[in-house]
Nanobody
Framework: QVQLVESGGGLVQAGGSLRLSCAVSGRIFISHIMGWFRQAPGKEREFVATTSWSGANSFYADSVKGRFTISRDKAKNTLYLQMNSLKPEDTAVYYC??????????????????WGQGTQVTVSS
C-alpha cells in the first residue's frame, strides 16, 4: 500500500512559479514510476511528467517541457514538480501518482496504482 499527499498548490500570476510536493509513504522501490497529471474543469486528466524513483530519467508533456521539472528526494520520500513561467492554461488540479511496472515513457492516465487527492493550481492572467 502506498499513500500520496500533494501540497503546494495555490494562486499565482502568469509568469510566476510554484513548487508542488507529493509526500510518499509505504513501500516504494527504485523501479517504481512516479508521475504528475493534471485535470482542468470539463477536461480529461492530462499527462504532465514522469520519472523513476531512482531519478535516472524524466519525461515531459510537450506543453510543459522547458518550464516544469520533476524531481524526487529519496531521503525525504517526496516527489516534486517545479513549475516556472506559468500560464493561465496551466490552471488545473494536479495529481501525484505511482505505478510499480513499466517505463517512464507512458502518458496515459490508465494503469497507475495509486493517486493522491490533488492540489489546485490557479494561474491568473
Amino acid at each position: 500500500q502506498v499513500q500520496l499527499v500533494e501540497s503546494g498548490g495555490g494562486l499565482v500570476q502568469a509568469g510566476g512559479s510554484l513548487r508542488l510536493s507529493c509526500a510518499v509513504s509505504g513501500r516504494i522501490f527504485i523501479s517504481h514510476i512516479m508521475g504528475w497529471f493534471r485535470q482542468a474543469p470539463g477536461k480529461e486528466r492530462e499527462f504532465v511528467a514522469t520519472t523513476s524513483w531512482s531519478g535516472a530519467n524524466s519525461f515531459y508533456a510537450d506543453s510543459v517541457k522547458g518550464r516544469f521539472t520533476i524531481s524526487r528526494d529519496k531521503a525525504k520520500n517526496t516527489l516534486y514538480l517545479q513549475m516556472n513561467s506559468l500560464k493561465p492554461e496551466d490552471t488545473a488540479v494536479y495529481y501525484c501518482t505511482v505505478r510499480s511496472a513499466g517505463g517512464i515513457y507512458y502518458s496515459s492516465s490508465i494503469g497507475w496504482d495509486y493517486w493522491g487527492q490533488g492540489t489546485q493550481v490557479t494561474v491568473s492572467s
